[in-house]
């Protein structure tokens, strides 16, 4: 071999390595191109003469090594039309500016028409303004299209998907599925709410469907579809309703309240004309446990004086007290009358006096001084107490003439002490003897002096003291409290609640009210309330109303007055026969010619609340015109005229009238449904009746054995036609649909419709096994084409274009259309894309191989020079 020939080698490694170096370079460079493939370099040596004896060096040559079937790393991305391939195959796409034109792709399985023959891995497809599925190349996406009318996938065509289905065709509802579970014990008068679902008709319109519940047993239930809007009826119309009735019961007559009234009566000793009323003398009445006391002081004794007036006092402090006593009281003479504010309501009374300290007055005759040529006899006497009493009265006797002076209530606030009484018994002895004699008080010592000299002065002294006995305070009932009693009737209502115009009528005293069932009331109760505040509205009525379950009270709105039997019986002597007198009464005595009258009423029943009373005040009436009367227990005596006759009228109790009629209504229709009983069947659904429906559309299932459907059909028209509707309620006799557990309130765990209004496009995804998804505002998605994986025996003999696209080429091989993840045609992963398959630091380390090669190659060039140069030197 010569120099030359190794020059010649060397240049083709140059020329290798920097092949080798340029597709370093491409591969570094769309290292970040999404489906990008990686080209490698292969080797091969070019041999132009090699033998055991004889080896020429003929160099190397660098060929591309196309990676088209190693896959990139999947990305996740949030672009819902970003789609990759995991495993084998490529992307069919067309060249946007090329969509127009039409060939025939020759397939390992046929003939697919295509409109241009282009494949991918770079999946980050977009819509485009003519909302075609775009990558970032300009490359359309190519698919399997669903044909719009039929719906069918075209599998002998791709075309490039193209998003034109931006409205969705309404759909109408055709199937309601319910699943809920009714009560077995609903809460007492409370409605169970009704249920309501939104359908739409073949025109997208929402509608509304409402189920209405109601519990005729302990497992029969009343179901009512309401369709509004709708020209037919699931269900309609009434039939003959459920008899009705109104019965009287107990009847309890009326009787007024009577007030109570008790007599407390002053009782002590009088004492010189004085009533014995001393200082510190405590009276205390007591009501219900509240005392209203009255305390006897020098302050206000002289208004009070008597007993009489002790009496009226006490009847004030009562009267004035505030919080206001729960009784009123009135005083005559030494009595104070106590009456009870509310009639019927009783009180307890209890009285207390409590004495204060008695003083027993005495006089003591003191010294006497004898008369003198000069001065008259002085005589003196010393009163050893301090206080005096109410009726204490003092005596001088004074040369014969006794000269007294006694305590008074009404001079006691002024004359209140011993002195006081001294210095007044001076006074009168000078207004009376003050010609003779001269009286002076010092204290509590009065002394008398003769006026004449060497007179003498005969005087005595005695005292009268008031009784030191307590005075006393007692109390009597005289009327006994009743309690009023109101007129009430009770009436009891049968029927069936949910008819509808059931009339139920209670006529008061001739005035008639009436109340008629909506169907919307749950119970019995609801309608004898509803029937009580109809009676209670009517305040003209006499009467009120309460409700009890099927049970009205009606009951009057004051107590009536007791039909007590009263008598008047005899001939001048007239005895009242009867224990008690009403309010009504009226009573009449006629004697001397002259008819009395008296009629009881609210406002002087608690004075003539006795027959004694009564009778009393004819007595008055009658001394009072002239004659003579009087009172004995229950007689009248009238001794003035022998011929006196009385008469009474008794009070009629009042009580109200009731008259009752009951009209029986129309039971709506409606959907029967029954539930089990036994172990078995407990809680399920095991009838549906459509027998009560009426001109309703609705239609149970002939078969209801067990496990078959448990459906209801009803039609609905909205102006677009009929539309069928099937209700499915579960199977029967097998828990899910509609149940009847434990519970108080209705619990519906799914009411769903397969309808759906008319959508406007949202978006497009891709579904799974590669179907193109669009989606609507109206919750609907819809496929509109599907994208197949294309696979070639030959991946990497493709013929690669720009934009990351590969052509068919002879060396590749046939495409194959597949469905993905078929035929070793990979899956399609939305939301991702594909990396390129490019690894950087094996990249560089290649790099630096080539590098060192391409080095060396160039040492062998200026070696094979240097030698060159010895041999041209050789000529030296």
Same mark, same amino acid.
């Given at each position: 071999?010569?120099?030359?020939?190794?020059?010649?080698?060397?240049?083709?490694?140059?020329?290798?390595?920097?092949?080798?170096?340029?597709?370093?370079?491409?591969?570094?460079?769309?290292?970040?191109?999404?489906?990008?493939?990686?080209?490698?370099?292969?080797?091969?040596?070019?041999?132009?003469?090699?033998?055991?004896?004889?080896?020429?060096?003929?160099?190397?040559?660098?060929?591309?090594?196309?990676?088209?079937?190693?896959?990139?790393?999947?990305?996740?991305?949030?672009?819902?039309?970003?789609?990759?391939?995991?495993? &084998?195959?490529?992307?069919?796409?067309?060249?946007?500016?090329?969509?127009?034109?039409?060939?025939?792709?020759?397939?390992?399985?046929?003939?697919?028409?295509?409109?241009?023959?282009?494949?991918?891995?770079?999946?980050?497809?977009?819509?485009? *303004?003519?909302?075609?599925?775009?990558?970032?190349?300009?490359?359309?996406? =190519?698919?399997?299209?669903?044909?719009?009318?039929?719906?069918?996938?075209? *599998?002998?065509?791709?075309?490039?998907?193209?998003?034109?289905?931006?409205?969705?065709?309404?759909?109408?509802?055709?199937?309601?599925?319910?699943?809920? =579970?009714?009560?077995?014990?609903?809460?007492?008068?409370?409605?169970?709410?009704?249920?309501?679902?939104?359908?739409?008709?073949?025109?997208?319109?929402?509608?509304?469907?409402?189920? *209405?519940?109601?519990?005729?047993?302990?497992?029969?239930?009343?179901?009512?579809?309401?369709?509004?809007?709708?020209?037919?009826?699931?269900?309609?119309?009434?039939?003959?309703?459920?008899?009705?009735?109104?019965?009287?019961?107990?009847?309890?007559?009326?009787?007024?309240?009577?007030?109570?009234?008790?007599?407390?009566?002053?009782?002590?000793?009088?004492?010189?004309?004085?009533?014995?009323?001393?200082?510190?003398?405590?009276?205390?009445?007591?009501?219900?446990?509240?005392?209203?006391?009255? *305390?006897?002081?020098?302050?206000?004794?002289?208004?009070?004086?008597?007993?009489?007036?002790?009496?009226?006092?006490?009847?004030?402090?009562?009267?004035?007290?505030?919080?206001?006593?729960?009784?009123?009281?009135?005083?005559?003479?030494?009595?104070?009358?106590?009456? +009870?504010?509310?009639?019927?309501?009783?009180?307890?009374?209890?009285?207390?006096?409590?004495?204060?300290? $008695?003083?027993?007055?005495?006089?003591?005759?003191?010294?006497?001084?004898?008369?003198?040529?000069?001065? /008259?006899?002085?005589?003196?006497?010393?009163?050893? &107490?301090?206080?005096?009493?109410?009726?204490?009265?003092?005596?001088?006797?004074?040369?014969?003439?006794?000269?007294?002076?006694?305590?008074?209530?009404?001079?006691?606030?002024?004359?209140?002490?011993?002195?006081?009484?001294?210095?007044?018994?001076? #006074?009168?002895?000078?207004?009376?003897?003050?010609?003779?004699?001269?009286?002076?008080?010092?204290?509590?010592?009065?002394?008398?002096?003769?006026?004449?000299?060497?007179?003498?002065?005969?005087?005595?002294?005695?005292?009268?003291?008031?009784?030191?006995?307590?005075?006393?305070?007692?109390?009597?009932?005289?009327?006994?409290?009743?309690?009023?009693?109101? &007129?009430?009737?009770?009436?009891?209502?049968?029927?069936?609640?949910?008819?509808?115009?059931?009339?139920?009528?209670?006529?008061? $005293?001739?005035?008639?009210?009436?109340?008629?069932?909506?169907?919307?009331?749950?119970?019995?109760?609801?309608?004898?309330?509803? @029937?009580?505040?109809?009676?209670?509205?009517?305040?003209?009525?006499?009467?009120? +109303?309460?409700?009890?379950?099927?049970?009205?009270?009606?009951?009057?709105?004051?107590?009536?007055?007791?039909?007590?039997?009263?008598?008047?019986?005899?001939?001048?002597?007239?005895?009242?026969?009867?224990?008690?007198?009403?309010?009504?009464?009226?009573?009449?005595?006629?004697?001397?010619?002259?008819?009395?009258?008296?009629?009881?009423?609210?406002?002087?029943?608690?004075?003539?609340?006795?027959?004694?009373?009564?009778?009393?005040?004819?007595?008055?009436?009658?001394?009072?015109?002239?004659?003579?009367?009087?009172?004995?227990?229950?007689?009248? +005596?009238?001794?003035?005229?022998?011929?006196?006759?009385?008469?009474?009228?008794?009070?009629?109790?009042?009580?109200?009238?009731?008259?009752?009629?009951?009209? +029986?209504?129309?039971?709506?229709?409606?959907?029967?449904?029954?539930?089990?009983?036994?172990?078995?069947?407990?809680?399920?659904?095991?009838?549906?009746?459509?027998?009560?429906?009426?001109?309703?559309?609705?239609?149970?299932?002939?078969?209801?054995?067990?496990?078959?459907?448990?459906?209801?059909?009803?039609?609905?028209?909205?102006?677009?036609?009929?539309?069928?509707?099937?209700?499915?309620?579960?199977?029967? &006799?097998?828990? #899910? #649909?509609?149940?009847?557990?434990?519970?108080?309130?209705?619990?519906?765990?799914?009411?769903?419709?397969?309808?759906?209004?008319?959508?406007?496009?949202?978006?497009?995804?891709?579904?799974?096994?590669?179907?193109?998804?669009?989606?609507?505002?109206?919750?609907?998605?819809?496929?509109?084409?599907?994208?197949?994986?294309?696979?070639?025996? $030959?991946?990497?003999?493709?013929?690669?274009?720009?934009?990351?696209?590969?052509?068919?080429?002879?060396?590749? /091989?046939?495409?194959?259309?597949?469905?993905?993840?078929?035929?070793?045609?990979?899956?399609?992963?939305?939301?991702?894309?594909?990396?390129?398959?490019?690894?950087?630091?094996?990249?560089?380390?290649?790099?630096?191989?080539?590098?060192?090669?391409?080095?060396?190659?160039?040492?062998?060039?200026?070696?094979?020079?240097?030698?060159?140069?010895?041999?041209?030197? @050789?000529?030296?």
């Amino acid at each position: 071999m010569s120099i030359f020939g190794s020059m010649t080698t060397a240049v083709l490694g140059l020329n290798a390595q920097s092949k080798a170096l340029g597709h370093i370079s491409d591969n570094i460079a769309n290292s970040s191109t999404i489906g990008y493939k990686r080209v490698d370099s292969a080797f091969e040596t070019m041999v132009l003469q090699s033998s055991q004896r004889l080896h020429e060096p003929g160099g190397v040559t660098a060929q591309p090594v196309f990676m088209n079937n190693i896959q990139g790393s999947l990305t996740q991305v949030q672009s819902p039309t970003n789609i990759a391939i995991q495993g &084998q195959g490529f992307f069919s796409v067309t060249k946007v500016a090329t969509q127009g034109s039409s060939t025939l792709v020759q397939t390992q399985t046929g003939t697919v028409n295509s409109s241009a023959a282009f494949y991918t891995r770079a999946g980050d497809f977009e819509l485009d *303004k003519s909302r075609y599925l775009v990558n970032s190349s300009g490359y359309a996406l =190519n698919g399997w299209l669903v044909d719009p009318v039929t719906g069918v996938l075209h *599998k002998d065509q791709v075309a490039p998907i193209q998003v034109n289905s931006l409205i969705d065709k309404p759909v109408a509802t055709n199937t309601i599925d319910l699943a809920a =579970n009714l009560p077995a014990t609903p809460k007492p008068g409370e409605k169970i709410p009704d249920s309501s679902i939104q359908i739409f008709d073949s025109q997208g319109n929402p509608r509304t469907v409402n189920f *209405k519940w109601r519990q005729q047993a302990d497992s029969s239930w009343r179901m009512v579809l309401d369709a509004p809007g709708s020209n037919t009826k699931p269900v309609d119309g009434t039939f003959t309703g459920n008899p009705a009735t109104v019965t009287f019961g107990q009847n309890i007559a009326g009787q007024t309240a009577v007030a109570q009234v008790n007599v407390i009566t002053l009782a002590g000793n009088n004492t010189n004309g004085q009533d014995n009323l001393r200082i510190g003398d405590t009276y205390t009445v007591k009501v219900n446990g509240t005392n209203y006391s009255l *305390k006897i002081t020098a302050d206000n004794i002289g208004s009070i004086r008597t007993y009489s007036g002790l009496a009226g006092a006490l009847a004030n402090q009562i009267n004035s007290a505030s919080p206001a006593a729960s009784v009123l009281a009135t005083s005559s003479g030494q009595t104070i009358r106590v009456t +009870a504010r509310e009639p019927g309501t009783p009180f307890k009374l209890n009285t207390d006096v409590v004495s204060g300290t $008695n003083t027993t007055n005495t006089i003591v005759t003191q010294t006497s001084t004898a008369a003198t040529a000069s001065a /008259g006899e002085i005589d003196k006497f010393q009163f050893p &107490q301090t206080q005096v009493e109410v009726g204490d009265s003092f005596t001088i006797n004074v040369n014969g003439t006794p000269i007294s002076y006694t305590v008074t209530a009404a001079t006691y606030q002024s004359y209140s002490t011993v002195s006081d009484v001294v210095s007044q018994l001076a #006074g009168k002895i000078n207004q009376a003897l003050g010609s003779t004699v001269t009286a002076s008080s010092a204290g509590n010592i009065l002394s008398i002096q003769a006026n004449a000299v060497n007179t003498n002065v005969t005087s005595s002294a005695t005292v009268t003291n008031s009784s030191a006995s307590v005075n006393t305070m007692s109390s009597l009932p005289s009327v006994s409290s009743v309690a009023g009693v109101r &007129q009430s009737r009770t009436v009891t209502l049968t029927g069936t609640p949910g008819d509808i115009g059931t009339q139920y009528t209670l006529s008061i $005293n001739g005035t008639a009210v009436t109340y008629s069932t909506t169907g919307e009331e749950m119970t019995m109760e609801d309608i004898t309330a509803a @029937l009580a505040n109809k009676i209670n509205s009517n305040t003209s009525l006499p009467v009120t +109303a309460t409700a009890q379950g099927g049970v009205i009270t009606v009951t009057a709105k004051t107590a009536a007055t007791p039909a007590n039997a009263n008598t008047m019986t005899g001939t001048g002597s007239i005895t009242l026969g009867g224990s008690t007198v009403d309010v009504g009464d009226t009573y009449t005595v006629t004697a001397g010619g002259v008819t009395y009258s008296l009629t009881l009423d609210n406002a002087n029943i608690n004075t003539y609340s006795t027959p004694n009373a009564v009778l009393n005040y004819f007595a008055t009436q009658i001394t009072a015109a002239g004659g003579t009367a009087t009172v004995t227990g229950n007689v009248l +005596a009238v001794t003035s005229d022998a011929t006196a006759t009385g008469t009474v009228s008794d009070a009629t109790a009042y009580q109200f009238t009731l008259d009752q009629s009951a009209v +029986a209504g129309q039971t709506p229709a409606h959907i029967g449904l029954t539930f089990g009983k036994t172990p078995e069947t407990v809680g399920t659904l095991t009838n549906i009746s459509t027998a009560l429906v009426g001109t309703g559309t609705a239609v149970s299932a002939a078969n209801q054995s067990a496990g078959s459907d448990a459906n209801v059909t009803f039609t609905v028209d909205y102006g677009f036609g009929p539309q069928q509707i099937s209700l499915n309620l579960g199977k029967y &006799q097998k828990p #899910g #649909g509609l149940t009847q557990y434990a519970g108080e309130e209705i619990n519906v765990t799914q009411l769903v419709q397969n309808g759906a209004p008319r959508g406007q496009f949202k978006d497009v995804v891709f579904g799974d096994n590669g179907t193109v998804m669009v989606n609507y505002d109206n919750g609907r998605s819809k496929m509109i084409a599907k994208v197949p994986i294309i696979t070639f025996n $030959n991946p990497n003999a493709l013929q690669r274009e720009s934009g990351g696209v590969f052509v068919e080429s002879e060396e590749a /091989g046939k495409p194959n259309f597949n469905d993905p993840e078929t035929n070793g045609a990979g899956a399609v992963v939305a939301n991702s894309v594909e990396s390129s398959n490019v690894d950087i630091a094996d990249e560089f380390t290649k790099m630096i191989v080539t590098q060192r090669s391409y080095s060396a190659n160039a040492k062998i060039v200026t070696t094979s020079d240097e030698m060159l140069q010895e041999v041209l030197g @050789l000529k030296r």
